[in-house]
């Protein structure tokens, strides 16, 4: 057998050991593995492989000792544009058709659980202050925040120190828009200076980043007030963080899902007015079904990302978890945009309206989706009544594409390894809570075996996907869909198309359950409207857990 160096050597015998394959004195470990990368190899080819890899290693070892931070992005950037594709950009002033008629509750505790469009009339007619809301939320985060265990820093100080800003502001005709003087919080891998920025992963618990995320910054140039920062799954899976598993409002036994765990559950059960999630793949959709509130996953490349950790360059977005669509609408319009920092985002029109004809809107459902045996049919189905109760007759569409997703997912698992690259040579892995077979320290060590010529094969058919999807789906404004439905949350993750997930009852245990609206690449103003119109046509974006109202 040939002489390797250590490193060689590990990568192969991984390999054979994974497949369960024997290197005998007659092959080479090449030759065992080949099976594994589904190739076949001559023995001249081999011995050429063998030295081209020794070779090779010199550079993983160079590129190894230079230190990669999380912030530095990929010189390849995604673009989920199709052939052809032209972006809107003639904006045209936003009529929000705010509440006309918004009065103070006579117990003002449950201010907590006001729409945001609720809480912008009063603070504008200066019927509550900002220093008001932020002692109200305050107090409920000191009561609550324990119990759900989705706090991890509370802006206490500086929460106040910005209200009484607003107020002034307020008071000397100096209103800035909807969102002043409202409190929101934010999901904890998004870096604001000067406090920690754990990522919910214990390798990070003490982490300081010297920068403020943009969209941190944008939301206080709007006069918001960032109040507290929230627990998300460990780097961006699920609901377990290195404190605990955040809960469920409505069922305290029951994970709040992730990975904006925290977010969700915080607004649902009213400790924030609104709150920021990011998702890779269903990381808004899922925690904002399972605590029943209103989530927009926007568009790739809609949200600067500039002080969000990065776990995957080509899929993550930044996007509102909020009590209402109008509320996803209004969270939106102030985040969206370029920086001039994040080369990923584009600018495009955001030309909602109140007034939109949902009639003139071209809609779908996904007929497949409905008609399968699935726990939420009964539910879903009544979605689609009320739809159809406003004038509006979805189309039935077909979600079948013949460029197969599954396999274009691990664009997501590598990219992710590659953020985390340091995290799995110092071994610091073994310090994150969830070690299952899933979890993200097996899931970053498999990914260092996925060679670099299938990841570029995946990311050419997501290219395919993209096309497929545009020419058989984008002359719909709006399409209808199970949140969970097939495969329809991969493909738009990765086609890059928006969602609009919010809540349409409970099931048997009486935890929410929702529908997703699903849009054209920078369509958010039509599945908002759509949305909204739900919305006002049902209950239950009202319902809020009975716990949190005491």
């Known amino acids: 057998m040939k002489s390797f160096t250590s490193y060689t050597l590990l990568f192969f015998v991984i390999l054979c050991t994974l497949q369960n394959f024997t290197v005998t004195a007659q092959e080479s470990p090449t030759q065992s593995i080949e099976p594994f990368l589904d190739l076949e190899f001559t023995k001249e080819e081999r011995d050429f492989l063998l030295q081209a890899l020794q070779n090779t290693q010199r550079s993983i070892k160079e590129i190894h000792s230079y230190h990669l931070s999380n912030s530095v992005g990929m010189s390849l950037q995604f673009n989920p544009l199709p052939q052809g594709f032209v972006i809107d950009q003639k904006q045209i002033p936003i009529d929000w058709g705010f509440p006309s008629k918004v009065k103070l509750p006579e117990n003002l505790d449950d201010l907590a ?77 998004i870096a604001i200076k000067g406090t920690k920025t754990t990522w919910g992963a214990m390798p990070y618990k003490d982490q300081r980043i010297d920068e403020t995320a943009t969209i941190v910054s944008k ?33 305290l036994t029951q994970g709040s899902s992730g990975s904006s765990a925290g977010s969700a559950a915080a607004t649902a059960a009213g400790l924030v007015a609104f709150s920021i999630g990011t998702e890779t793949l269903g990381s808004i959709v899922s925690p904002s079904t399972r605590c029943g509130v209103s989530g927009l996953r926007p ?19 930044i996007g509102p978890i ?4 109008l509320d996803c609408a209004m969270v ?59 004038g509006i007759k979805p189309e039935p569409i077909d979600f079948s594409f013949d460029v197969p997703a599954a396999p274009i997912r ?39 075996f996925i060679p670099a010529v299938e990841y570029i094969n995946a990311s050419r058919m997501r290219t395919a996907l993209i096309e497929e999807y545009n020419k058989k789906l984008s002359e719909y404004d709006v399409i209808i869909s199970p949140s969970f439905g097939g495969n329809q ?62």
Request: net charge positive; aromatic share 10%.
């Open 489 to 550: 949350l991969l493909v738009t993750n990765l086609t890059g198309h928006p969602c609009l997930v919010v809540p349409n009852g409970f099931d048997d245990k009486g935890r929410p359950t929702s529908i997703s609206f699903l849009g054209k690449l920078f369509g958010e103003a039509s599945v908002i409207a759509v949305g909204r119109a739900y919305q006002e046509a049902s209950e239950w974006d009202e319902k809020h857990p009975e716990f949190f109202k005491k």
């Open 410 to 448: 691990m664009m997501l698992i590598v990219e992710a390894a590659a953020a985390f690259d340091e995290l799995t040579r110092s071994n610091k892995d073994s310090l994150l809570v969830s070690q299952l077979n899933w979890s993200w320290p097996n899931s970053f060590r498999m990914a260092r």
């Open 299 to 317: 568009t790739y490349g809609r949200v600067s990302r500039y002080g969000a950790m990065a776990l995957s360059w080509s899929m993550d977005k």
């Open 219 to 251: 939301l206080e140039a709007a006069g918001a007030i960032l109040i507290a920062k929230f627990t998300l799954g460990e780097l961006a899976m699920g609901d377990v963080w290195y404190g605990g598993v955040t809960k469920n409002p409505w069922d």
């Open 113 to 189: 659980f006001y729409t945001v469009a609720q809480l912008s009339v009063l603070v504008k007619s200066k019927k509550i202050t900002s220093t008001e809301l932020t002692k109200l939320y305050v107090d409920r985060l000191k009561k609550y925040g324990d119990t759900l265990q989705c706090v991890i820093t509370l802006m206490e100080e500086h929460a106040f120190a910005q209200a009484k800003k607003a107020d002034q502001e307020i008071a000397t005709g100096n209103y800035k828009g909807p969102l002043h003087g409202i409190p929101f919080g934010v999901k904890d891998l």
């Open 332 to 390: 939106f319009e102030t985040i969206r945009g370029s920086d001039g920092i994040d080369s990923n985002v584009q600018d495009a029109a955001f030309n909602y309206s109140s007034k939109t004809d949902l009639k003139k809107l071209k809609i779908g459902y996904i007929k497949s989706f409905f008609e399968a045996d699935y726990s939420n049919k009964a539910a879903d189905q009544k979605t689609l009544e009320v739809i159809r109760s406003l």
């Open 322 to 325: 909020t009590r209402s669509a």
